[in-house]
C-alpha cells in the first residue's frame, strides 16, 4: 500500500472531544459499517477547530488472532505520520489490540481477521472503548440506560438488562422520543463541570440476537435534566435519591458498561479507572437530579417524569 493510499476519516463528537476516526482501505467495508451504525459523518477542514480536544484513533487490520506486535505501517500513511514512533503499549481485547501512547492525544486499533458475524459485532463494541475512556478522563461517565428526549432536554433511565429500559422507551408517547433503549453516555457541557450532556450509543444486542440491527445518532447531544434507576412495580412512582446512594448507583452502572470490555486491563490500570468512575459519578450527583422510578406496564411513568424536571 502507498503512503498516499485513501482512508476513510469519520468525525465523533462527545462531549468536548472530537475524534478523527480513520480507517485504513482494507477496513473499507468494516468501517463503513460501523460509521453507519452509529451515523458518523465524513471528517472535513472545519472540524479541525481550535480549542477543542482532538484525538485519532487510526483503525488497521491485524495479522492474526494471537499476534500483537506493534503495526509499523502505520507510520508509513499520511494519517500515522505525526504519531510517535515507539513508547506504545498493547492491550489484548477478545476481537481487537489496542495501542496506547502516555504522550499521544491517540488510539491505534487493530482489528483481528473476522471469523463470524457475532465477531464482526463484537469488535464493534470494544472499538468504542477509546470513546468511553476519553468521556471518564474529560469528567463523563457511560451508562447502562436509555435515552428520552422531550422538547431540547433529555433523561437517561438506567438498568440493568431485562428490568425495563427498552419497554419504557418504546411506551413514552409524543412529544417523547426514544433515542436510544440500552446504552449512553454522559458527557460535560461545559469546562468548569456545571453541565452535562447525553449521547445515545448503539444497542449491541440487537446484532447480536438478530433483532434487526438499527443506527443511533451518537453525536445526537441534549442537555441532561436528570437520570432515573427503573425498578419494576405494580404501580407507578417516584422518588429522588440521596448523594450517596445516586453516586453509587451510577458507579454501578457505568461498570455494567466497562465490565466486559476491560476485563483484560492491567490491573493497576482497572483500579484506577474504578476509582475514576466513582469520583465522576460523586461531582454528577451535585450537578443533576437522580431519582428512583417505579414503573409498571400500563401506568404513565413519563408524567412522573414531567412533574420532576
Do not use: C, M, Y
Given at each position: 500500500m502507498s503512503r498516499s493510499a485513501p482512508f476513510l476519516?469519520?468525525?465523533l463528537r462527545l462531549g468536548p472531544t472530537v475524534w478523527r476516526i480513520a480507517a485504513g482501505p482494507e477496513l473499507e467495508d468494516w468501517m463503513?459499517?460501523?460509521?453507519?451504525?452509529?451515523?458518523?459523518?465524513?471528517?472535513?477542514?472545519?472540524?479541525?477547530?481550535?480549542?477543542?480536544?482532538?484525538?485519532t484513533a487510526l483503525f488497521l487490520p491485524g495479522p492474526d488472532r494471537s499476534s500483537a506486535e506493534f503495526p509499523d505501517g502505520a507510520f508509513f500513511f499520511?494519517?500515522?505520520?505525526?504519531?510517535?514512533?515507539?513508547?506504545?503499549?498493547?492491550?489484548?481485547?477478545?476481537?481487537?489490540?489496542?495501542?496506547?501512547?502516555?504522550?499521544?492525544?491517540?488510539?491505534?486499533?487493530?482489528?483481528?481477521?473476522?471469523?463470524?458475524?457475532?465477531s464482526r459485532v463484537a469488535a464493534m463494541s470494544e472499538a468504542c472503548l477509546p470513546f468511553y475512556f476519553r468521556v471518564i478522563e474529560t469528567g463523563g461517565l457511560p451508562l447502562?440506560?436509555?435515552?428520552?428526549?422531550?422538547?431540547?432536554?433529555?433523561?437517561?433511565l438506567a438498568a440493568s438488562g431485562g428490568t425495563g429500559k427498552s419497554t419504557c422507551a418504546r411506551r413514552a408517547p409524543h412529544p417523547w422520543r426514544a433515542l436510544g433503549d440500552d446504552l449512553a453516555v454522559v458527557t460535560r457541557a461545559d469546562a468548569g463541570g456545571s453541565?452535562?450532556?447525553?449521547?445515545?450509543?448503539?444497542?449491541?444486542?440487537?446484532?447480536?440476537?438478530?433483532r434487526g440491527g438499527g443506527a443511533w445518532r451518537v453525536e445526537e447531544r441534549l442537555p441532561l435534566s436528570a437520570i432515573f434507576f427503573l425498578a419494576q412495580s405494580k404501580e407507578d412512582n417516584i422518588l429522588r435519591l440521596g448523594q450517596g446512594e445516586a453516586a453509587v448507583n451510577l458507579a454501578r452502572s457505568?461498570?455494567?458498561?466497562?465490565?466486559?470490555?476491560?476485563?483484560?486491563?492491567?490491573l493497576p490500570e482497572l483500579r484506577s479507572l474504578w476509582t475514576e468512575i466513582f469520583d465522576n459519578a460523586c461531582r454528577m450527583v451535585r450537578r443533576f437530579p437522580v431519582f428512583l422510578l417505579e414503573t409498571s406496564l400500563t401506568g404513565s411513568f413519563w408524567k412522573k417524569i414531567e412533574r420532576v424536571i
Open positions: 476519516v469519520f468525525r463503513t459499517d460501523f460509521a453507519r451504525i452509529l451515523s458518523l459523518k465524513r471528517w472535513t477542514e472545519d472540524d479541525s477547530e481550535r480549542g477543542e480536544d482532538q484525538r499520511t494519517e500515522g505520520a505525526r504519531l510517535p514512533s515507539k513508547g506504545w503499549t498493547a492491550t489484548k481485547l477478545n476481537n481487537l489490540v489496542l495501542w496506547r501512547h502516555a504522550l499521544a492525544p491517540a488510539v491505534i486499533v487493530q482489528l483481528k481477521p473476522e471469523e463470524t458475524e457475532e447502562h440506560a436509555a435515552v428520552l428526549a422531550r422538547k431540547d432536554k433529555a433523561v437517561a453541565f452535562f450532556s447525553v449521547n445515545p450509543f448503539p444497542t449491541w444486542s440487537n446484532f447480536f440476537f438478530k457505568g461498570h455494567q458498561i466497562l465490565f466486559g470490555l476491560t476485563r483484560k486491563l492491567p
